[in-house]
């Protein structure tokens, strides 16, 4: 697609982006989306958890427990906390990726923000522990994501980066939990406003 043409499709498009974020006379648009996936072994969010400890454990990264913990932690020092709860850090079975979109006139921007990690047990849906909360947007984290990945089963040949299987349309079981500073508990609503969102997204990938 040439630049005058993306231009135009973008100038056509950002009206119908600043109604649904709400921006009416603004000339930008930006979204913060939260989903939830779970975590299983033999899976992507099972190879990324893995590749998150290793990265840990060889550079500085800087992990909290969750969004309340002010206190930043080595993976060595958390796993130490974790393992005084009969935990560790493979017990997450549900992650939570934050998301967020920017548009203007001339560009589409995608961002991982976090990864929240949490042991839910499946007969108890409201008794999450917290497992760990990695910044997504240190250097060394991102680089993983987008250097580290996974290949296809179905043909070794092909290497998708973790980065690129996070996307909200790419996330096998991802089912949107927040927009904005609004908590989406409802599954149909949950639905809808993942559907909304990747229209969105969608206008501009293609």
């Known amino acids: 697609m040439n630049h005058t043409l993306k231009k135009f499709r973008l100038h056509l498009l950002l009206p119908v982006l600043l109604c649904a974020g709400s921006a009416q006379g603004q000339s930008r648009w930006q979204q913060t989306v939260q989903a939830i996936t779970p975590v299983r072994s033999q899976h992507i969010t099972g190879a990324l958890l893995d590749s998150l400890i290793a990265v840990s454990e060889r550079s500085d990264v800087h992990v909290r427990r969750s969004p309340d913990d002010a206190t930043d932690h080595s993976i060595t020092e958390l796993e130490d906390i974790l393992i005084d709860e009969g935990l560790d850090i493979t017990s997450a079975n549900r992650m939570f990726v934050t998301y967020r979109y920017e548009a203007d006139q001339r560009s589409f921007k995608t961002d991982i923000l976090e990864l929240y990690f949490i042991y839910r047990p499946e007969e108890y849906e ?35 980066p973790f980065w690129d299987q996070l996307r909200l349309h790419q996330l096998e079981d991802g089912t949107v939990v927040k927009v904005g500073n609004k908590v989406i508990r409802d599954e149909d609503e949950a639905a809808r406003e993942k559907q909304k969102i990747l229209s969105i997204i969608r206008r501009f990938l293609y």
């Open 126 to 160: 409201d008794a999450d522990t917290p497992i760990a909360l990695v910044d997504a947007t240190q250097p060394v984290v991102r680089n993983m994501l987008v250097s580290n990945g996974t290949t296809l089963a179905t043909n070794e040949a092909v290497f998708e």
